[in-house]
């Protein structure tokens, strides 16, 4: 439609709303201001006007809108019977150009006459001369029937000169009487399903080529439509032709119904509901082609629903129980009927529902929740998903765009007989004979298929098949029903023993178990109708001072430099100017300040220090080193001033020797109380590291266990309250180039909190990951059985069906990253370094305690929050591990707790707060920042400044952004401020990554920005998981495998890496100290965002789970 012309866009742009114009026209099918009449102010609210905008519209429709005229013409008055053709004729056409569908017809243009009547820009209006009606040896070829009239075989001599094959459908003059309703009803069904047609081009929708007028080739007809020709007839027949032996490929069965599917998807595209879909109204054009026809019925869902008004007779078989009982229609209907037809399909035409009326139907279906049993040819895996077409709720019926996506993914098995079987009653096979698999199970002995040679269909013994591939976990049994035998009995008591546990007694040998199904048929599993009801993702700087993290309270363990659990892997000499530490003194301040250990005696209690020189020369060092610990740009006031590391002791290590897992175990000192005591520190005083060490060195050695040579202890600051060390120090390490790890230890809290009640716990919220490829189902299944993450319909049928679809396929993605996820052990590390912060720097809160709640993996939340009520905890923290929230990640852990308290009924003796995100916050940052620049530096120096950085967090579906999901905005917010951390050093994109299943997620995809960089020529990428706070399966086997290892050699990038995750990096573990001190500080219940849901929020826990934060009260 051109809208700078229309009427509508011109009134629209008079009072600024021309932005609306697209939603008015297209979803409002508003072409003219008279069309405004049938429009009411909520619809208007639908397609997002204002108040205030809706009457201001109003207010200028009103004023500027031309008298509209009657939607339905008068009854005509009498006349005689000669002209009687003629003034049909006139009503039919005027009829036509009245339609809501004129747009279509008539491109917005008013419509005179007949001549003006067209489709896609061709006149529709069919001269009669040009339609020959065929006729047999017994007449006319009459192809069917009913209250309109008939169809008719036909030949069209087209515009072109081709000659076509046609139906032609022909309404009867003795049907056209406006008066009586049935039959007005009948012609109006003519009329929309020829406005409806006009529209639709697809594959698997019948054609309209064009309508005869004024007699067409029927005297007695008034108007006649003219279709596409189907062959072999309608679906239905051919299904009744085929019922006996039932001898139709299976394969193509599927074949029809996905083509329904498909051809039904694109009418749901167009917001259009047929409203009669059954194998009846599908017409079968060659053996492997079926399309939808009869559009009589199709209505336009206007805001997603019609209410049907007419007099009709419905089939209320295919109807679901809303549209028997209130005449509602929807897109849902449509899918009802789906299930319905592809019920027929397996059964070979038979009627659903036989014999029964609508109110013993309704009965059946709402109050008895019975749906139709599975169809012969219908496998028990297919067959839910047609129990998710027969949802009670229409929310929870699939769209058919998910339908498509699901039987396109449905495996059709097909296995090869290994040898001939012949028997009266069941499948016969000759060896080398490839059966379509329908139903089997490894506890199954009888098999049920059909033979793709014989196209029969039956049971046949499972150990016949050779599967033609790898034996996989489907293919082993579960044990057999007391299968397990007790042989024996061994204990202490020699009189109480009996039984040989090493031998199976001959008569279990003699008389082995059998499968349950060996004396019989396949018995079909029934379904549990039953549940069908319930069917269905002050600022205070963290950097004030750095705090080293161990393990254990009484043991250090320091990472080797090489580790991943090292912050930077330098390897660089204690000294950059000198690389060769033999003969060599090292001076601090113009002091020499070696220490070899090999000159020390046993007891130290005496030894009186003293300035020296101390050779090396027995001993050349390893040149390792770890993290410069003035490398971070944020410690300018420990360059300044110094700052005091409260109850801490900190050491730098170098030239140390490493065990061989590459750390190096240091006993704890137990000289705090002693070093307390110093009367010669003063801790107001600034004192020189000289001073320093003098006083304290022999205290240092004498209570450290050495267990290793360390070949320099370097006390680069001793404070436990005391002492405040000045900028010189910085200053004097740097000088001599000490390049080496920053170790501190803690000792005022850990040992003492360590066997108390937990006052402070806080649950560490995460969706989770299997630990081995065992607990791959568990973990689908938890997770596709979540409507707060991946809402679907049917839910309690298809996750299932989907989990166990899926896990092969995600079994093998963790078998490549190891045999499980991470995810665990990584949470657990990032707890024991947070709690261990925070009893030192909280000591008000303390002691604290870490829980890991998963939401889909061992430990699960709802065990979680038993233990914490167990173990006391006064006051609970929900520590959401997504930095960004989400409705389907950290609403959906919150939503966890609230049930489980819900379930109970009780209010919660824990007092619960809520960090519930945090993606701005300076630690996360600054670990991130810190991360990509050592990345970066791993690039050829000459590409290093066109490194693209590709910022990758997992996507969402648009139905869920779209109800407004504040992740992708916290998302790009922390991408936001890591490029400002960075001063935009290099070009960078947001892409988002993990998209599943047939829906519109939100983009642009990682793969195929990747794809999308190859083809532009830019070489140099650079990976950050943004939204993941560890490594699991979307970082290691998403990025690392499918795209670094493989996509990027398929587009052919030369250089691409991914960021390492933060994990266990050092500033990140002091944020989540941070934000939890913070948190606690505050006072706050949660933060302000969530307290406010989402604008078009559609989760019914949403509301009460927020309110159940703000008052703890369910």
Not at 115 to 126: E, P
Not at 418 to 436: Q, V, Y
Not at 455 to 477: E, V, W, Y
Not at 1053 to 1069: A, G, H, M, T, V
Request: proline content about 6%; hydrophobic content about 35%; charged content about 25%.
């Amino acid at each position: 439609m051109d809208f700078l012309n229309n009427e509508v866009y011109k009134l629209l742009k008079d009072i600024q709303l021309e932005a609306f114009c697209p939603q008015i026209t297209e979803n409002l099918q508003i072409t003219r201001l008279s069309h405004f009449n049938f429009v009411k102010p909520k619809d208007l609210e639908k397609i997002g006007l204002s108040k205030p905008a809706i009457r201001r519209l109003l207010d200028a429709v009103n004023k500027n809108k031309k008298p509209l005229l009657p939607c339905r013409p008068a009854p005509p008055p009498p006349v005689k019977s000669s002209s009687l053709q003629a003034t049909n004729s006139f009503q039919i056409t005027k009829m036509l150009s009245t339609t809501k569908f004129t747009n279509l017809i008539q491109k917005g243009e008013e419509s005179p006459s007949t001549k003006d009547l067209k489709l896609n820009g061709v006149s529709f209006v069919i001269n009669p001369k040009d339609i020959e009606i065929l006729k047999n040896k017994n007449g006319e070829e009459i192809l069917g029937s009913g209250n309109f009239g008939v169809v008719k075989k036909g030949l069209w001599n087209s515009p072109n000169g081709t000659k076509i094959n046609v139906a032609v459908k022909c309404l009867h003059e003795k049907n056209f009487d406006l008066n009586d309703p049935e039959k007005r009803q009948s012609i109006l069904d003519i009329i929309n399903e020829i406005t409806c047609m006009c529209g639709l081009d697809h594959i698997n929708l019948i054609k309209l080529y064009g309508v005869v007028l004024n007699g067409s080739s029927n005297e007695n007809s008034i108007i006649s439509m003219i279709t596409e020709l189907a062959p072999y007839g309608s679906l239905l027949k051919y299904l009744h032709q085929n019922r006996e032996y039932k001898k139709l490929p299976l394969k193509t069965l599927f074949s029809y119904i996905y083509q329904i599917a498909d051809g039904m998807d694109y009418l749901e595209n167009k917001n259009l509901i047929h409203r009669d879909l059954a194998a009846r109204n599908i017409l079968l054009f060659t053996q492997d082609q079926v399309k939808i026809c009869d559009f009589g019925m199709t209505r336009n869902a206007v805001n997603g629903l019609y209410t049907m008004t007419e007099t009709h007779k419905i089939p209320c078989a295919w109807y679901p129980p809303e549209s028997i009982r209130e005449k509602i229609f929807s897109i849902k209907t449509d899918i009802w009927a789906f299930g319905l037809t592809v019920w027929e399909i397996f059964s070979f035409g038979e009627h659903p529902w036989p014999n029964m009326t609508a109110a013993e139907m309704l009965q059946k279906i709402e109050h008895e929740k019975k749906r139709l049993s599975i169809p012969y040819m219908c496998s028990r895996e297919f067959y839910k998903i047609l129990l998710s077409c027969w949802s009670n709720s229409p929310n929870d019926r699939p769209s058919f765009k998910i339908l498509k996506s699901l039987i396109k993914q449905f495996k059709i098995i097909e296995m090869k007989a290994k040898d001939n079987f012949n028997d009266e009653n069941r499948l016969s096979l000759i060896r080398g004979d490839m059966i379509t698999i329908i139903d089997g199970s490894a506890e199954k002995y009888w098999w049920k298929g059909q033979n793709n040679r014989t196209l029969l269909t039956g049971s046949f013994p499972r150990n016949l098949l050779d599967a033609q591939r790898r034996i996989n976990s489907d293919d082993i049994s579960l044990p057999l029903k007391n299968s397990f035998i007790h042989t024996g009995h061994m204990g202490a008591d020699s009189k109480k023993n009996w039984g040989h546990p090493g031998k199976i007694d001959e008569i279990f040998l003699r008389n082995p178990l059998n499968p349950p199904d060996l004396l019989g048929d396949i018995d079909e599993e029934k379904v549990e109708k039953n549940d069908l009801e319930s069917t269905s993702a002050s600022s205070k700087s963290i950097f004030d001072d750095l705090i080293g993290l161990f393990d254990n309270p009484n043991d250090i363990k320091i990472s080797h430099p090489e580790s991943s659990l090292a912050l930077i892997s330098n390897q660089q000499p204690v000294s950059q100017n000198l690389p060769d530490y033999q003969n060599q003194n090292y001076f601090l301040n113009k002091k020499l300040m070696p220490f070899d250990e090999l000159k020390i005696k046993p007891t130290y209690q005496n030894y009186n220090y003293q300035p020296g020189i101390l050779q090396t020369n027995d001993y050349k060092p390893q040149q390792y080193s770890l993290t410069n610990p003035f490398l971070n740009n944020n410690l300018n006031s420990f360059q300044n001033e110094g700052v005091v590391i409260n109850n801490s002791l900190n050491m730098i290590l170098t030239n140390t020797n490493f065990n061989k897992d590459g750390q190096v175990d240091i006993s704890k000192p137990k000289f705090q109380n002693e070093f307390s005591q110093h009367n010669n520190i003063n801790s107001n005083k600034k004192e020189n590291l000289d001073d320093l060490l003098q006083k304290v060195m022999c205290d240092v050695l004498n209570e450290f266990k050495i267990k290793y040579k360390i070949r320099f202890i370097l006390i680069s600051k001793m404070s436990l309250n005391l002492v405040r060390i000045s900028s010189n120090i910085a200053k004097s390490l740097r000088s001599q180039g000490a390049y080496s790890t920053l170790v501190s230890y803690r000792f005022s809290s850990t040992d003492t909190n360590a066997n108390k009640k937990p006052k402070t716990g806080i649950l560490m919220l995460n969706l989770g990951g299997p630990e081995n490829t065992n607990q791959v189902y568990d973990f689908l299944l938890r997770l596709f059985s979540d409507k707060d993450l991946i809402p679907l319909p049917a839910q309690k049928y298809l996750a299932p069906f989907i989990a166990k679809r899926r896990t092969p396929k995600i079994q093998d993605q963790y078998a490549q990253i190891g045999g499980g996820s991470p995810i665990k052990k990584w949470t657990e590390l990032q707890g024991e370094a947070m709690v261990k912060i925070l009893d030192e720097i909280s000591p008000q809160t303390a002691p604290h305690k870490f829980y890991v709640g998963f939401r889909y993996a061992e430990p699960l939340t709802e065990n979680a929050i038993e233990k914490m009520e167990q173990d006391g905890v006064e006051n609970a923290i929900a520590f959401t591990q997504y930095p960004q929230y989400s409705c389907s990640t950290t609403g959906s852990s919150l939503n966890a707790i609230y049930r489980y308290y819900k379930g109970l009924n009780k209010t919660p003796a824990m007092k619960w707060t809520t960090i519930d995100r945090w993606a701005t916050h300076p630690g996360l940052i600054e670990a991130f920042a810190q991360n990509i620049k050592k990345e970066l530096e791993k690039f050829p120096e000459g590409v290093r400044d066109d490194v693209v950085i590709m910022f990758s967090a997992h996507s969402l579906p648009m139905t869920v952004v779209n109800r407004g999901d504040t992740y992708p905005a916290e998302v790009a917010a922390t991408v936001n401020r890591v490029m400002e951390k960075l001063n935009y050093s290099h070009s960078y994109r947001l892409v988002w990554q993990s998209k599943v299943g047939p829906q519109e997620w939100l983009g642009p995809q990682t793969n195929e920005s990747i794809e999308g960089f190859a083809k532009n020529n830019i070489n140099n990428l650079l990976l950050v998981p943004i939204a993941f706070t560890s490594d699991h399966i979307e970082t290691l086997f998403e990025l690392d495998l499918e795209y670094i290892d493989d996509l990027s050699k398929k587009a052919g990038i030369k250089n691409i890496r991914r960021c390492e995750s933060l994990n266990d990096n050092p500033i990140f573990l002091r944020a989540l100290a941070n934000i939890v001190k913070n948190h606690l500080d505050s006072n706050e219940m949660c933060s302000k965002q969530l307290s406010l849901r989402c604008p078009k929020c559609i989760n019914e826990v949403c509301g009460p789970m927020k309110g159940f934060f703000r008052t703890n009260k369910i």
